[in-house]
């Protein structure tokens, strides 16, 4: 997609949730997306919010109050991938995954069946998970639908989508809570300017002339002290805070 990096900048720029939710929609409906639902997995106490199946969605209204009425969240094969597979993926990957677990009884491969069906009737015949997990456990993830089924899964696409979701979750949250600005060290900032532009740990190492093995030792405090669990979380939230720009990836 062209405009990645003009998406990215909006989301992280807008002035409110709901605006951060419009953006990223706008964003991914570039990709054939038509509805977007991000979900809180877990309880969130670092936002003092409970679980909830869509946070923050333009889910189909009937469907969600059917989907609820079912309890279909229970035994949703998306639900259940976000809480197993830590990347993002197509839905029927999840769905083949749970109908063919020898755990899951007869007749809850039945509902799960049914209820892909239903949802195809309500125009959200496919899409993609993507889930979050933050430093702290709190599991959360956003689901993408379609009115069709995807036929070519492409997953350069599917990074792009996941990148956009990153920048969406992280920018959402931080209306809900008041981040504290963390002290980088002039070395971790560096760490993160080369992430951003795509490098890897062997790639930052001989940029910054150390060992891969101090690389890694600066990514373990970057994540402790934003409060993250991986690369494109902490990068995210790096350039939300200001603490390195977007632009040729400068330190602040």
């Known amino acids: 997609m062209s405009d990645l990096g003009t998406h990215v900048e909006g989301i992280l720029n807008a002035g409110s949730s709901e605006e951060a939710f419009q953006k990223f929609f706008a964003a991914v409906q570039g990709y054939g997306y038509n509805n977007a639902c991000f979900t809180l997995i877990t309880d969130h106490p670092s936002i003092d919010q409970s ?8 889910y189909p209204e009937d469907w969600m109050k059917f989907y609820g009425e079912e309890g279909y969240f229970d035994i949703d094969p998306v639900v259940y991938f976000l809480t197993k597979k830590w990347a993002p993926f197509y839905w029927d990957e999840a769905t083949r995954t749970k109908v063919a677990d020898e755990g899951v009884a007869p007749l809850v491969r039945d509902r799960v069946v049914t209820m892909m069906h239903l949802a195809a009737d309500a125009g959200l015949a496919d899409g993609v998970g993507i889930p979050f997990v933050s430093r702290s456990g709190e599991v959360s993830g956003i689901g993408l639908s379609r009115a069709e089924p995807i036929k070519d899964q492409n997953y ?15 920018r959402f949250l931080s209306f809900h809570k ?16 080369w992430a951003v532009e795509g490098k890897t740990d062997l790639e930052i190492s ?6 891969e093995a101090a690389v890694r030792f ?13 690369r494109m979380m902490a990068t995210t939230k790096a350039m939300r805070l200001n603490l390195i720009s977007l632009q040729r990836s400068t330190v602040l």
């Not at 350069?156 to 992280?170: D, G, K, M, P, R």
């Not at 008041?178 to 300017?193: F, H, Q, S």
Request: glycine content about 4%; charged content about 20%.
């Open 51 to 58: 679980a909830m199946h869509g946070f923050t969605t333009n």
């Open 156 to 170: 350069s696409e599917l990074a792009e989508l996941n990148l956009l979701a990153t920048v969406f979750q992280e």
């Open 178 to 193: 008041n981040d504290a600005i963390p002290i980088l060290t002039g070395r971790e900032r560096e760490v993160l300017c």
């Open 206 to 211: 001989d940029q910054l002339a150390v060992s």
């Open 218 to 230: 600066h990514w373990s405090n970057i994540f402790k002290k934003l409060e993250v669990s991986n």
